[in-house]
């Protein structure tokens, strides 16, 4: 709606293209993932709460690193994936999707640690995560919008995931007192 309403039809087509297709190919499978992690991490954290806690931190550093390749490789063929599956008149969307996968990227991490901070019994934390990340993008998106336009929402989107995630972070690495 920001993107539509203050940039235009045109912004707004390239923004959803590339919105989704970074969705499709990085958000996804860590969302239906993360189905499957809430009762294992819930399983692991009622056996042994310690135990629980080194397999996030695993998890956690595998999937990262397995992004960080995936989202590298996704900006490098951005351009001749893009021209090929969507046709040359959609380039112009090619710089959007390059920050657009490491929006998803952060949103796979996020669907990992929501899963972790509900199975253990915080789920305020992800509460206060989302209430940040809101917070990022009033304060952030005006101000990008005009230095940058959409390429602005779309680091500004990048900044409010970025600080949720870092917050779910420290909450899931934080040590706990029983």
Not at 2 to 21: D, I
Not at 59 to 69: C, R, T
Not at 75 to 92: D, H, K, N, V
Not at 107 to 136: F, M
Request: with cysteine; glycine share 6%; charged share 10%.
């Amino acid at each position: 709606v920001v993107v539509g309403k203050l940039l235009g039809p045109t912004q707004l087509g390239g923004y959803q293209m590339s919105s989704r297709l970074a969705q499709m190919l990085l958000a996804d499978a860590a969302i239906a993932m993360s189905q499957y992690l809430f009762p294992t991490f819930a399983a692991h954290h009622r056996r042994n709460a310690q135990a629980a806690s080194r397999l996030i931190r695993i998890y956690l550093l595998v999937a990262a690193v397995g992004l960080a390749a995936f989202v590298e490789l996704l900006r490098l063929i951005a351009e001749p994936m893009f021209s090929l599956i969507l046709g040359a008149a959609w380039l112009p969307a090619v710089p959007l999707f390059r920050i657009l996968v490491i929006n998803m990227a952060i949103g796979a991490l996020i669907a990992v640690l929501v899963s972790y901070l509900r199975a253990i019994g915080d789920a305020k934390a992800t509460v206060h995560a989302s209430a940040i990340q809101v917070v990022v993008l009033l304060v952030s998106a005006p101000l990008a919008v005009r230095w940058w336009g959409v390429t602005g929402i779309a680091w500004s989107m990048t900044l409010g995931l970025g600080c949720a995630a870092a917050w779910m972070l420290y909450r899931t690495l934080k040590p706990r007192t029983a």
